[in-house]
């Protein structure tokens, strides 16, 4: 049997013991696709991995950078307390206003505030504006801001928290000098001495990608 074909059973079989999406998760994606937003979301499996990370550290403040049409962000508003609050970054105000009516559908609004806007403007908003400290913070957005996401919204993640970025085992983390983009944010984070950090490798539909998890002691 092809390579391909075996890791496609191994994602449905994950997938299908573990990751199973709702009608809400399957009708953001369907609302994605309707209104022209690209297939780059992350996985059913990936979710429930995000979800399992967020739950394990009790998370009630999560800040996620890049939005989309909401369906990371339905995976891990559902691993949050009734306090608990999301607040997702995203430049394109038309994926922002899918995300929202995606997340209403959902019934997940009250947890979720979405700022339009750029990530790193947003970031330093929410620095002025003496924001309280996020336990995890997930990263999803354009590859080649990861570092500098990390650098501007580490100060906000608590300690013990989590900081997990996606996309981040791809051919050009491997062929790339000097590294770019996430290729250099794992560079970063595998040598700073104040994050404990490995990259997972991810199955997915369209190939192998990777999640780097970092925790800040
Ligand atoms: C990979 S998608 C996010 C997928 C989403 N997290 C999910 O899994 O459902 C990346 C998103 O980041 C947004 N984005 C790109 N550059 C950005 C920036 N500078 N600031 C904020 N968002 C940005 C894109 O518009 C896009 O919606």
């Keep these: 049997m092809e390579e391909d074909d075996l890791n496609l059973r191994y994602l449905n079989y994950i997938e299908q013991l573990f990751a199973a999406e709702d009608s809400a998760l399957q009708e953001t994606f369907n609302a994605m696709r309707t209104n022209g937003l690209p297939e780059i979301n992350i996985s059913a499996s990936q979710g429930k991995l995000l979800q399992?990370?967020?739950?394990?550290?009790?998370?009630?403040?999560?800040?996620?950078i890049g939005t989309l049409g909401g369906y990371s962000t339905i995976w891990l508003a559902r691993a949050l307390p009734p306090d608990g609050k999301i607040i997702s970054l995203e430049?394109?105000?038309?994926?922002?206003?899918?995300?929202?009516?995606?997340?209403?559908n959902a019934g997940l609004s009250n947890y979720v505030e979405i700022r339009v806007g750029p990530g790193l403007d947003s970031i330093a908003t929410l620095v002025k504006e003496k924001t309280d400290s996020f336990?995890?913070?997930?990263?999803?957005?354009?590859?080649?801001?990861?570092?500098?996401?990390?650098?501007q919204a580490f100060p906000l993640v608590?300690?013990?928290g989590l900081i997990l970025a996606d996309n981040t085992l791809r051919r050009s983390n491997l062929d790339d000098s000097p590294p770019s983009g996430t290729?250099?944010?794992?560079?970063?984070?595998?040598?700073?001495?104040?994050?404990?950090?490995?990259?997972?490798p991810a199955l997915r539909r369209r190939g192998m990608d990777g999640l780097t998890i970092s925790f800040k002691r």
């Excluded at 990370?53 to 999560?62: D, M, N, S, V």
């Excluded at 995890?136 to 650098?151: Q, R, T």
């Design 183 to 200: 290729g250099q944010y794992n560079q970063t984070v595998a040598a700073r001495e104040d994050l404990v950090s490995i990259v997972v």
């Design 135 to 151: 336990d995890l913070l997930f990263i999803d957005a354009d590859k080649d801001n990861y570092s500098n996401y990390l650098s």
């Design 91 to 104: 430049v394109d105000p038309h994926h922002a206003k899918v995300a929202r009516e995606n997340l209403d």
């Design 52 to 64: 399992v990370l967020a739950l394990a550290i009790g998370a009630k403040r999560i800040l996620e």
């Design 158 to 160: 608590r300690k013990g």
